[in-house]
């Protein structure tokens, strides 16, 4: 009965039909374009089972096994593979929502793309955020000399950025991945880097 229900809404989503729409229809909803490794039967499977408290893991398109790990009223996210994940935001925009959609690849480091959409799965080109610069993430300590902070920001080589949505609250935080740098220096680095963190103001992110 459920998955009727999500069925319908989808149906009243792609006729354009002024609805309340909850996050599950949402995705079960999405392009394939936005989600080609999940198609509608792998996608309501896995709110079936996560709805259902067990363990909401299906056999993608490609053969590979995703997993939807978190589901709240307005937060959702999704292991695509090994090598990806995406997460879904709903967002209060006066009387509409706006959904954020983050992909991100996990591989060689991890590095998100963050999009927004309306309900109907179209662009949303009145709200967008402008990510951090590379300098906004680092942050000497009193315990690295400068010489060694340089050396180290050197080290990292290439910024790889990943994004992630609060299932909480309404933010946007931005670390800087470090997966990709030497493993005797990983540790050092991490403590002359610090997340930036944005909040949603009900029209657009700010920091």
Known sequence: MKRLFVILFVLLTATRICVAV???????????RLLPLLNLD???????????????????????????????????????????????KLLSMGNDTVIGRIHTVLTPAADSRVEFFTTAWKPCGTVHVVPP???????????VTEARFEELRRAAGLAWVEAVFSSMGDTLTYSLSLDNVRSDWREEMRSCVRPVTYSWDGTKFVH
């Open 22 to 32: 909850p996050i599950d229809t949402l995705f079960a909803g999405m392009p394939n």
């Open 133 to 143: 610069k590379e300098n906004d993430f680092w942050v000497r300590p009193d315990t």
């Open 42 to 88: 792998n996608r309501l499977d896995c709110l079936d089972l996560y709805n259902g408290k067990m363990n909401a893991e299906v056999t993608n398109l490609f053969g590979e096994r995703s997993r939807l790990t978190v589901k709240t009223a307005d937060y959702l996210r999704v292991e695509l593979s090994a090598a990806s994940r995406m997460e879904l």
